[in-house]
Structure formats: C-alpha cells, structure tokens
C-alpha cells in the first residue's frame, strides 16, 4: 500500500496522469508548469505525505547546502548572538545549520569535527574550546578542499580565516580608562586558556600599565574559570589581599558581576573603593547596580560576517585567502562601575 512506503514523484504522476517530469518541474516551482497544475501537484504531494528527496539530490551536486557551527558554549548571550548572526545570513542564502557545542572540551570539539565531516557539511564556523592547542583534527576538511573559518576564539591555521576583534586593543583602551579614573592598582580576572582571547586580553592589560609606568605585579593576575561563581571566590581572595587593588578588570561580564556582588555585600563600595570593568556587554552588565563598565563585542556582526565571508566562498563570489584575518570593531562603554572621578 502507499501508506506504507516512500511517495515518489512516480507515484503523484500516476496519480494526476501527467509526466514525472511536470511533477518535477512543479515541485520546484518551475514557471514552464502553469499555476493550476502546480496547485494540484502541490496538493496532491501533502496529501499523500510526500517528502523531497534532498539526499539523492546531494549526492548529484556534491553539496548538502549545510554549515556546521562548532561553539564552546551554547548558553552564553555572547554566542547566541553569534549564531543568530550565521543563521540570519545562512537562511537568506538557503543553508541549513548543525550546530554543536564542545563544552570547552577539546576531545568533545574533535568528535564534533568527525560528526560535521561525516555529514558532509559543504564548511565549517568553529570558535575553538579553551584547551584546544592542536589543529589536527580540522585537516580531514582541508585535504577535501572544506572551507574552515575560525571566529572569536582563533588560532593560526595555514588553511583557514579567523575573524576576530583586537581584544589586545580593546583590553588596553578598558585599562587606560581605568587608570584615568585614578586608580593604580588594577587586577585582572582572565582565565588559565592559552587562548587568544584571553592570552591578548591579558597582553593589553599589561601594555597599558607599562605605558602608563604602573609595575604590573602577578598578585593582581587572578586565574580562573570566569563563571558568576569564580568571580565570587575571585572577590573572597581580594578581601584577604594585603594590599586590595582600587580597580578590577575582568576578562567577562559574568564574572566580573559574581565579584561585584560579593565584594559589595562585604561592605566595598563600587567604584568608590573599588572600580570595575568588563568585557562582551552582556545583558547582566546593564541589571548589576552600579551599570558595569564594559567593552561592546559586535556577536551578531560576527556570525553575519562569518557566514556571509563562508558562502561566498561556497558559492564562488569569492576566494579563501589563505591565512585571513578580519578584524571587527569593538567600542569602550564607560558606566557608574568605573566612574570614581564622575
């Protein structure tokens, strides 16, 4: 019976005594087949529950018309913009998206690589995981000639683009702002990741205090995880600082509100003792009283930006120079956590 097998173009043209060919054509909305005979076309295939054969498709053309995202994160605002960013270009330009997340596992963001190879996406958008310092795992999409981009989280890959902002540039313009509010004695909160993001952030940071001739001293370097939750064991630590820092810039907003929050609640006043800094402008950087100074990192511009670079390519409008690099602007938003001088 019907019912129990796949409906093919062969059966609906049976149906309505006309050509597989007409039925082809009207399926894919070709204007040669008139409106009437769509309509029924159209009507009949819902009807008997027919479903377009994209895989044989795929396999003529060589192309599923899907990207895979690999992300560290799925529940980070930051991230989320980003992939809205993708799938806004994407869905334009009629790609479909797998989406996965290494949960800042390298072993997870390898098995990932192998899932999206093994599903043949026609590219790939990856923002690597915290511990991830070897590339081996992305030359199976090389050697089949896969585009790779890497965003916010990079590395240097002889067969990729990254697109990023200048976090050294950024984290050096937070610092300076920081040390025009008078303060002296800044602490950094980054994590322990050798990646870029926080390896520059932390250069720039540092950059800037020795431009400003203020000796950086690795007390006020504090590693951690950069959870809400780290940020108050961060704040516990500096409450037994002999010599406490008038100002803390944190490698992220969440974290740098889970330290607000605890330091406030021992009686530090913000920014009067103590100012402070973030980076991303995540939503909780405007709900935090005072509102957190912080940097704008363009997520959403980010995602269009790498998808649209990506199909271009797909699509031959463009070429994949080798070893590109786009950098993307960010800006300083100065709020109450960081004015002591307002």
């Known amino acids: 019976m019907l019912d129990n097998k796949e409906i093919t173009i062969y059966d609906i043209a049976s149906k309505l005594n006309i050509s597989t060919a007409t039925v082809s054509r009207a399926l894919k909305d070709d204007p040669v087949v ?49 992939i809205a960013g993708i799938e806004s270009v994407a869905n334009q330009a009629g790609y479909n998206l797998i989406i996965s997340q290494s949960s800042e596992s390298t072993d997870n963001e390898k098995m990932n690589a192998k899932t999206m190879f093994n599903n043949r996406v026609d590219g ?45 540039k950024a984290a050096y313009g937070v610092t300076s702002h920081l040390i025009s509010q008078g303060c002296r004695k800044i602490a950094h909160i980054t994590a322990t990741s050798d990646s870029n993001v926080y390896v520059d952030r932390l250069a720039g940071y540092t950059h800037a205090l020795a431009d400003h001739s203020i000796a950086a ?4 370097i504090i590693y951690s995880d950069l959870s809400q939750e780290a940020g108050a064991a961060a ?74 670079h990506l199909i271009n390519h ?29």
Not at 258 to 275: E, H, S, T, Y
């Open 235 to 308: 704040a516990q630590h500096i409450l037994q600082m002999k010599h406490r820092p008038d100002a803390i810039f944190v490698a992220n907003d969440n974290c740098a509100v889970g330290c607000m929050l605890a330091l406030k609640q021992a009686g530090i006043r913000i920014p009067g003792d103590i100012a402070f800094a973030g980076f991303n402008n995540d939503p909780v950087s405007t709900v935090v009283e005072p509102n957190l100074t912080t940097i704008n990192y363009p997520g959403y511009e980010m995602g269009e930006t790498a998808a649209r």
């Open 217 to 220: 001293d690795k007390e006020y």
């Open 124 to 168: 790939l958008l990856v923002s690597l995981a915290y511990d991830t310092d070897d590339l081996s795992h992305f030359d199976i999409f090389h050697k089949k000639n896969i585009p790779l981009i890497f965003f916010d989280r990079v590395s240097e890959h002889v067969h990729s683009s990254n697109i990023l902002i200048d976090n050294r």
């Open 34 to 82: 008139s409106k009437k005979t769509k309509k029924k076309v159209f009507d009949l295939a819902e009807q008997m529950g027919y479903r377009s054969n994209h895989f044989a498709r795929n396999l003529r053309s060589q192309r599923t018309e899907t990207i895979g995202v690999i992300v560290p994160r799925l529940n980070s605002y930051f991230m989320s913009t980003v």
């Open 314 to 342: 797909l699509n031959g409008n463009a070429s994949m120079h080798i070893a590109n690099t786009i950098l993307l602007r960010s800006e300083l938003i100065v709020r109450a956590s960081s004015e002591k001088r307002r």
